[in-house]
């Protein structure tokens, strides 16, 4: 028996549907998208411009109530769990999280965020050292860390919606 959220989405379909909607997005604007068959560590799609010169690494993250944030990583050593943020989601300068905001009833398009890995792993250390300011007795224990969690603030949505060339694809002309 399939089981449906309020949204009518499938239980772990969101996934498939947003590296789906991700890849077509690319290919409308022009690059090669190839999604993995999923057993690449932190990488959903792999991105070329046409030229095969320049290329990004995604992973994706999907959602249909955003204001939940977009689960990314679960910390396992409440020790050295900045290193270990650091260390799973910040791989290289060419890895990027696509963060989905699948269509809904009250929203017929996706929105995308394209957030560079680097990106992803500060922000989520700066809000886990404020959770804790606020919480000192809880620790992080096997804490699960989520992007955007209770909303995107402003700067946020403004530096990362839709904004594409930040993946870098782009071929630049050399400076004279």
């Given at each position: 028996?399939?089981?449906k959220n309020a949204r009518g989405f499938i239980k772990n379909t969101k996934g498939a549907a947003g590296?789906?909607?991700?890849?077509?997005?690319l290919s409308l604007r022009g690059y090669i998208a190839l999604p993995t068959t999923r057993n690449l560590k932190a990488v959903d799609i792999?991105?070329?411009?046409?030229?095969?010169?320049?290329?990004?690494?995604?992973?994706?993250?999907s959602t249909?109530?955003?204001r939940s944030g977009w689960p990314v990583y679960t910390i396992k050593n409440a020790d050295n769990w900045e290193k270990e943020i650091r260390d799973a989601l910040f791989l290289d300068e060419r890895f990027f999280d696509v963060?989905?905001?699948?269509?809904?009833?009250?929203?017929s398009e996706p929105v995308y965020y394209i957030v560079p890995s680097a990106d992803v792993a500060e922000m989520l250390i700066n809000k886990?050292?404020?959770?804790?300011?606020?919480?000192?007795s809880v620790?992080?224990?096997?804490q699960l860390v989520a992007w955007?969690?209770?909303?995107?603030?402003p700067e946020e949505d403004k530096r990362y919606r839709n904004k594409w060339e930040l993946l870098g694809l782009d071929e630049t002309e050399p400076s004279e």
């Amino acid at each position: 028996m399939t089981t449906k959220n309020a949204r009518g989405f499938i239980k772990n379909t969101k996934g498939a549907a947003g590296v789906h909607l991700v890849v077509a997005e690319l290919s409308l604007r022009g690059y090669i998208a190839l999604p993995t068959t999923r057993n690449l560590k932190a990488v959903d799609i792999v991105a070329f411009n046409n030229k095969l010169s320049r290329f990004a690494f995604i992973q994706v993250k999907s959602t249909d109530q955003p204001r939940s944030g977009w689960p990314v990583y679960t910390i396992k050593n409440a020790d050295n769990w900045e290193k270990e943020i650091r260390d799973a989601l910040f791989l290289d300068e060419r890895f990027f999280d696509v963060f989905v905001v699948l269509p809904s009833k009250m929203q017929s398009e996706p929105v995308y965020y394209i957030v560079p890995s680097a990106d992803v792993a500060e922000m989520l250390i700066n809000k886990t050292r404020e959770y804790l300011r606020e919480h000192p007795s809880v620790g992080v224990a096997r804490q699960l860390v989520a992007w955007g969690y209770g909303g995107l603030r402003p700067e946020e949505d403004k530096r990362y919606r839709n904004k594409w060339e930040l993946l870098g694809l782009d071929e630049t002309e050399p400076s004279e």
